[in-house]
């Protein structure tokens, strides 16, 4: 591992090598080679064009790439994301959880809380399938959906339970395919946990003790610039890519990298400053070079649940005083689909209020 980002005068992120590698010789080069059949692209111009050039394919979509060997049809997914949205919105428009202690390490704390906040009411067999160490674990990953899919139960469920249950319980009855209901319970829940945990914890990492006036939609936004959980889009060799630019070949599959626009000088004043501030004057929607969910053409529709629940964190949070704690000077980025600091020791360090 080696050091890379300051924070503010005490903390120090520290990057998995092949990432710090990125930052230390890729920022503000547009395009460059990255093996025999790769190219890598940080110039959102480039970016864009290669991304209106043509739809994602099925089996590059993270959550609804193929399951099991089964194509993933636009209305099921609309249908288990209007469920989870449906989720997202009960949670957020009910009472907050009372006494629940926030301090521990981050984003474990976060994650736990989430899963608890939205998917609590769910018989445990759906209910484990969001377990944080089965993202590290595809093995086991599979052996816990097919347990879970021969485990007694009915095959539909009624409130209270999440949408989500319901609908992947409803869809499991009707297609006598329980198995690939619970492997998709599994994609839509546990991304919705994972991503906001640690989406908080690099928030937390990055600035707390927050600003009084900070808003908390800027933190969000500014933790999304400077550490992107999906910091890079891939896409196969495709022709309409060499279409667009000739540097790229047949044969090369193509790497977005949000890490390096994110922090590319040319589009953003001090970009390794942690400046909430900065969004006051910027739009999220059209800033050039700004993609934490991906093109406007295929925007991950995700960001309507993970934005909201974020801030939702952060605001509690803020009003329990905590903040990482003072004796923490270091965090690690690892080499990980989900970019983001682990074991960030979070505790109270002021009164709520100050």
């Known amino acids: 591992m080696n050091r890379s980002d300051t924070v503010g005068s005490a903390r120090v992120t520290i990057f998995a090598p092949k990432i710090e590698e990125l930052l230390r010789e890729r920022r503000g080069a547009g395009f460059f080679r990255i093996d025999g059949d790769t190219v890598g692209v940080a110039d959102p111009e480039l970016i864009n064009k290669l991304l209106e050039s043509r739809s994602a394919h099925e089996f590059e979509r993270p959550t609804f790439k193929p399951l099991q060997g089964r194509s993933i049809a636009r209305g099921e997914a609309n249908d288990v994301l209007r469920a989870v949205s449906h989720d997202v919105r009960a949670a957020l428009g009910g009472p907050a959880p009372d006494s629940v202690d926030f301090s521990g390490i981050w984003p474990r704390t976060g994650h736990a809380y989430l899963r608890d906040l939205l998917f609590g009411p769910d018989p445990s067999r759906f209910r484990m399938l969001t377990h944080r160490r089965l993202e590290k674990a595809p093995v086991l990953t599979r052996a816990m959906v097919r347990m879970s899919a021969v485990l007694p139960g009915r095959p539909a469920l009624d409130p209270p339970?999440?949408?989500l249950a319901a609908v992947t319980a409803t869809a499991a009855a009707e297609h006598g395919d329980r198995r690939y209901a619970m492997g998709l319970y599994r994609r839509v829940a546990a991304p919705v946990c994972l991503g906001v945990a640690a989406l908080v914890a690099n928030a937390l990492w990055l600035g707390s003790p927050f600003h009084p006036d900070a808003s908390n939609r800027h933190i969000v936004l500014e933790s999304l610039?400077?550490?992107?959980?999906?910091?890079n889009i891939l896409r196969v060799a495709s022709p309409e890519f060499a279409a667009v630019d000739s540097r790229i070949g047949p044969h090369d599959d193509v790497l977005l990298l949000p890490l390096l626009t994110h922090r590319d000088p040319e589009l953003w004043p001090d970009p390794d400053v942690f400046s909430p501030e900065r969004w006051h004057e910027m739009d999220d929607d059209d800033h050039p070079g700004y993609i934490p969910f991906g093109h406007a053409s295929d925007r991950c529709r995700g960001?309507?649940?993970?934005?909201?629940?974020?801030?939702h964190l952060l605001e509690r949070l803020r009003a329990d005083g905590l903040a990482v704690s003072p004796e923490q000077s270091t965090a690690r980025v690892p080499l990980a689909g989900l970019l983001g600091v682990t074991r960030v020791q979070v505790s109270r360090t002021h009164l709520p209020g100050t």
């Open 161 to 163: 339970v999440s949408r």
């Open 303 to 311: 960001r309507h649940l993970i934005v909201p629940l974020a801030e």
């Open 225 to 231: 610039r400077l550490l992107p959980p999906s910091w």
